[in-house]
């Protein structure tokens, strides 16, 4: 009898956890398109479909893309702002290129924020822009020189004028 009570108890554990992960979902800026120089956007993986890595940090999610470039997003409700971290992707195909990076966030034709360049020895920058309510923006990548300008936001997120945060994969 004790044994059945378990089971019980354990299913009715399992239908709560699963109930409070309804409302905990995580919910994510969508790719609208994109253009680059070379190769396709790659999600979650550098533009060489590695890992993401700026400098020396590893990141969990993020874009990988190839300057030029220009990613739309839109979210499913306005937004107050935008962070991500920027750079050039440390990999071994882009280490003795000279190439530099302009990163930009874009909304309606404005440009809302622009990086100072990225020389290839960076570590990583921090960009955050207020979206002012927007629901669509666009990150830009520009470089003088195409080759090895592998680029990536790194663990790119917004914040909802509700204070709700989306994570762009």
């Known amino acids: 009898m004790n044994s059945g009570y378990n089971v019980q108890k354990e299913e ?6 699963w109930l409070s992960g309804l409302g905990k979902r995580q919910e994510h800026i969508n790719i609208v398109s994109s ?9 979650g993986r550098s533009i060489m479909n590695d890992k993401l890595r700026l400098g ?31 750079g050039f992707d440390n990999n071994n195909e882009n280490r003795q290129c000279s190439a530099i990076l302009t990163f930009s966030v874009w909304v309606d034709g404005k440009c809302l924020a622009e990086s100072n360049p ?13 979206l002012d309510g927007a ?4 990150l830009k990548v520009k470089s ?11 663990e790119p997120a917004a914040i909802t004028n509700s204070g709700k945060i989306l994570k762009s994969v």
């Open 12 to 17: 009715i554990q399992r239908i709560d956890n």
């Open 35 to 43: 253009i680059q120089g070379w190769e396709k956007l790659h999600i």
């Open 56 to 86: 020396s940090r590893e990141c969990s999610w993020g874009l990988g893309t190839h300057a030029d470039s220009e990613i739309v997003l839109r979210s499913p409700e306005p937004l107050r702002e935008f962070h991500s971290l920027i």
């Open 118 to 130: 990225v020389p290839r020895d960076s570590v990583g920058e921090q960009l955050t822009v207020a």
């Open 135 to 138: 629901t669509e923006f666009t």
């Open 144 to 154: 003088p020189s195409i080759y090895g300008a592998h680029a990536d936001w790194g």
